[in-house]
């Protein structure tokens, strides 16, 4: 099930008629509801990771618990360690075992161990990453562990979250469950708006990208430069508005549900430098990856000045790359993220540094626009094949800068729509940069309100394709 499905029409609507206004405003029934209506929500998107995460879940919830009582000591860091390790192999079964399977048979040019295809659940990493989280937290004291099963539960199965991220830490999600919540027009309100604005640069920018992509690249291997340079920036607007529209779905439904998430993006496209742009990308796993990876190597490795910084930050961006899986592409992306931070390094900065303004002036849109090309080229790593192939595309794109474009591909009514709709979903965001959603317009007049949403409901319309289609990032 998708938030873009019909399907999913009926139980949020049923959901939030439930809780607003059938049922008493009690903490416990609203819970009830949430967690109900989550379970209904995965099992009905994939029934076996419903079961997997239950059983996890639960596992988690006993042994985290009993980890708390221990004694500080050996045993306590033993238990720790044991339960980190346990969560990552999970992970590693179902995500890596199969490329890092192949990737051996391939490296000994063997096929003795073929294991087939291996099930991947719905959600395993954000879902990971929260259960590892929890464990270091609760190891560090900086949360108690959770004593109500059924908060717990509710927690890790959130629907609006399940999917998309972001991936939040247990001790800023469950306190918005101790009391009960009370309808908000504002909020509400806000939260239909950001949902809106999520719709259309999924179903409508996103899904236009997507198909102006894969028509620039029906022949890759005699194309231009300028058209592979093209092809590069619609898969870049592609992966963008697909993950961010589908995070500002689940945004507004939860909100609607008067419970806030994390905003996982900031309009990255909008920095002006790589630190500012991480700060602004899937925030939810940077703030993860700061705390739980970077920040521990750097202090480690304090004495190391420069040379340490540069190690946690690489080491960082190293789990990026395996965030998305074990394929080479994935690892390149993760490197090169990394190496992009050295000029920043050798400054004597680090993963917190982002200088600079992108507020006004020419020097601010050019690094802008340098930054945003650099971004779209290398996430051409981010994809299903070989590190390699992307490379000879990369390759080409350079060598091949001085031959003619061809325009078919480019020019006409239809893909002036496409450029017309991107060119309105960056304007749109462009002129609300500074609030915590692109269609968060509540400031200005009503005229001009209504203007807006006008414009993006007929644009989804007239312009929407395969609604109810997948999300890239389900199965990371």
């Given at each position: 099930m998708s938030f873009t499905s019909l399907s999913f029409i009926p139980l949020i609507i049923a959901v939030m008629l439930l809780q607003w206004v059938v049922l008493p405003k009690r903490a416990f029934f609203q819970n009830v509801l949430i967690l109900v209506s989550s379970l209904a929500f995965v099992a009905l998107s994939d029934w076996k990771a419903a079961i997997l995460i239950a059983l996890s879940g639960a596992i988690n919830f006993v042994l985290?618990?009993?980890?708390?009582?221990?004694?500080e000591g050996t045993v306590k860091k033993w238990f720790f360690y044991f339960g980190c390790i346990l969560n990552v192999a999970l992970l590693s079964y179902f995500k890596y075992l199969h490329d890092l399977v192949a990737g051996l048979q391939s490296?000994?040019?063997?096929?003795?161990?073929?294991?087939?295809?291996?099930?991947?659940?719905?959600?395993?990493?954000?879902?990971?990453?929260?259960l590892i989280g929890y464990w270091i937290d609760v190891y560090n004291e900086e949360t108690e562990p959770e004593k109500d099963l059924f908060v717990f539960f509710t927690y890790l199965f959130y629907f609006p979250k399940?999917?998309?991220?972001?991936?939040?830490?247990?001790?800023?999600?469950?306190?918005?469950?101790?009391?009960?919540?009370?309808?908000?027009?504002?909020?509400?309100?806000?939260?239909?708006?950001?949902?809106?604005?999520?719709?259309?640069?999924?179903?409508?920018?996103?899904?236009?990208?997507l198909l102006f992509y894969k028509s620039l690249y029906a022949s890759p291997d005699s194309m231009s430069g300028t058209n592979l340079l093209l092809a590069a920036v619609m898969n870049g607007i592609y992966v963008y508005t697909d993950f961010?529209?589908?995070?500002?779905?689940?945004?507004?439904?939860?909100?609607?549900?008067?419970i806030?998430?994390?905003n996982n993006f900031a309009f990255p496209f909008f920095a002006t430098n790589i630190g500012e742009f991480w700060k602004r990308w899937h925030i939810s796993l940077t703030t993860w990856i700061m705390t739980y990876v970077y920040t521990p190597i750097a202090f480690i490795l304090r004495r190391q000045k420069k040379m340490g910084t540069f190690i946690a930050i690489f080491s960082a961006f190293i789990i990026v790359g395996i965030w998305h899986g074990l394929k080479s592409g994935y690892l390149?992306?993760?490197?090169?993220?990394?190496?992009?931070?050295?000029?920043?390094?050798?400054?004597?900065?680090?993963?917190?540094?982002?200088?600079?303004?992108?507020?006004?002036?020419?020097?601010?849109?050019?690094?802008?626009l340098a930054l945003f090309l650099l971004v779209c080229i290398t996430a051409l790593f981010v994809r299903e094949i070989p590190a390699s192939q992307t490379l000879k595309e990369i390759s080409a794109l350079?060598?091949?800068?001085?031959?003619?474009?061809?325009?078919?591909?480019?020019?006409?009514?239809?893909?002036?729509i496409c450029w017309a709709l991107i060119a309105s979903c960056f304007a749109v965001e462009w002129i609300n940069r500074k609030q915590d959603h692109g269609l968060n317009i509540q400031r200005l007049t009503a005229p001009v309100?209504?203007?807006?949403?006008?414009?993006?409901?007929?644009?989804?319309?007239?312009?929407?394709?395969?609604?109810?289609?997948?999300?890239?990032?389900a199965q990371f």
């Open positions: 985290v618990s009993k980890m708390h009582t221990l004694a490296l000994f040019s063997t096929d003795t161990f073929n294991l087939g295809k291996i099930y991947l659940p719905l959600g395993i990493s954000f879902f990971t990453f929260q399940f999917v998309s991220g972001p991936i939040e830490r247990l001790q800023n999600f469950t306190p918005q469950l101790k009391s009960a919540r009370q309808f908000n027009i504002p909020q509400v309100t806000d939260g239909m708006r950001q949902f809106l604005w999520g719709f259309f640069k999924k179903t409508v920018v996103s899904a236009h990208c961010s529209g589908y995070s500002d779905m689940a945004c507004g439904i939860s909100k609607g549900l008067g806030r998430i994390t390149v992306y993760g490197c090169l993220q990394a190496l992009f931070f050295l000029p920043l390094v050798l400054k004597g900065g680090n993963m917190n540094t982002s200088a600079g303004s992108n507020t006004s002036g020419i020097v601010s849109f050019l690094r802008m350079l060598t091949r800068a001085t031959q003619a474009p061809d325009l078919s591909g480019v020019l006409g009514v239809t893909n002036a309100r209504w203007s807006f949403y006008i414009f993006v409901i007929l644009a989804i319309f007239f312009f929407s394709e395969f609604p109810g289609g997948g999300f890239i990032y």
